[in-house]
């Protein structure tokens, strides 16, 4: 994801630590930002994970434009920055940022848990021992790769996480081809979703088949993808839909999409009190973050255009704050 000029730097801290990995130690590293003045009750915890080759930063900067942490000020909650290891899943990933990593998620093989959720479990026990958390309030994000992570933290730590919001993510699902390596946990099956999924998103393809920008892969569709989760979750029967009011018109790339202007429907499945399933669909927008802020135009033949109707950092607290364990 490119980076952008002029944006607020995050005001959070990066913490390290080693992990042991096969037979090798190795540097793990986030961004954690606490309010100053976090009130005296355990406060919640919004992981949040880039995509491929991007780092923690930029997943605050760039990403989400430090809206999560504006968010954490007004409502008293912890984020984290997740930052992947720098191992190319593939020949053709590079890492072009400093600290740039990937969370291949369920795509590599594992025993047991995979090491990006014994990383996450880390990171927890780490900040339990520097700052009163609420262990029931723990929850995942994160944008492609990074909404994949948050996807395998509902298999396989639904002890840890109370619910997830996946953007564009790696559909993983909790079961069939599309499973992979991962081992679904008891209680996956109570974990809340609000996934959103862009219908002309050149990386992870919004229809089943391949992606202009990954031509070998073999999508399972993020509609299929939604079905298969509300199945696992035992929700069934129609949504209510919520159409977000298209404010913003020339948020949609033409040359790809055919569109001038982008458009979101919400579907809600499910009700408060249990498992929900929120489902985005956006029409029109390419591979990114939902902000008010526009990628660059050198980016938008590449990753497409964001829709700027609304912050989906806004939508996933919302929703956040209706679930806990």
């Known amino acids: ?123 927890i026990a780490d900040l339990e021992r520097e700052l009163p958390i609420d262990r029931a309030r723990i929850y995942a994000t994160g944008l492609s790769a990074g909404g994949g992570m948050a996807f395998e933290l509902a298999l396989e730590a639904p002890d840890l996480v109370a619910a997830i919001a996946p953007v564009a993510p790696l559909p993983f699902q909790p079961a069939g081809p599309w499973l992979f390596h991962c081992h679904p946990r008891p209680g996956h099956e109570r974990i809340s979703i609000a996934m959103l999924a862009a219908t002309t998103d050149p990386f992870i393809s919004y229809q089943p088949g391949s992606s202009r920008m990954y031509p070998e892969a073999h999508y399972p569709g993020m509609e299929a993808t939604r079905d298969a989760w509300l199945a696992a979750l035992g929700l069934s029967g129609p949504p209510a839909i919520d159409p977000i009011p298209d404010t913003v018109t020339g948020d949609s790339y033409e040359p790809d999409t055919g569109l001038t202007s982008s458009s979101v429907e919400r579907q809600r499945y499910g009700s408060a009190g249990g498992p929900e399933l929120w489902f985005y669909k956006v029409t029109g927008a390419g591979h990114a973050w939902p902000s008010p802020t526009q990628l660059p135009s050198d980016a938008w033949s590449r990753f497409g255009k964001t829709n700027q109707d609304f912050e989906f950092a806004d939508e996933a607290w919302a929703f956040f704050e209706r679930h806990a364990k």
């Open 1 to 123: 994801m490119p980076e952008l000029a002029g944006q607020a730097q995050s005001r959070g801290c990066i913490a390290t630590f080693q992990q042991r990995i096969g037979a090798a130690d190795r540097e793990r590293r986030y961004l954690v930002y606490a309010p100053a003045a976090l009130p005296a009750r355990p406060a919640p915890v919004v992981l949040v994970f880039p995509g491929y080759t991007a780092n923690s930063e930029t997943a605050a900067i760039y990403y989400m434009h430090t809206r999560f942490e504006a968010l954490a000020d007004r409502d008293g909650f912890i984020v984290v920055y997740g930052n992947g290891l720098p191992d190319p899943p593939n020949e053709r990933e590079t890492t072009p940022n400093a600290k740039g990593g990937f969370f291949p998620g369920c795509l590599l093989p594992h025993e047991a848990e995979g090491i990006d959720v014994t990383y996450v479990r880390r990171i």
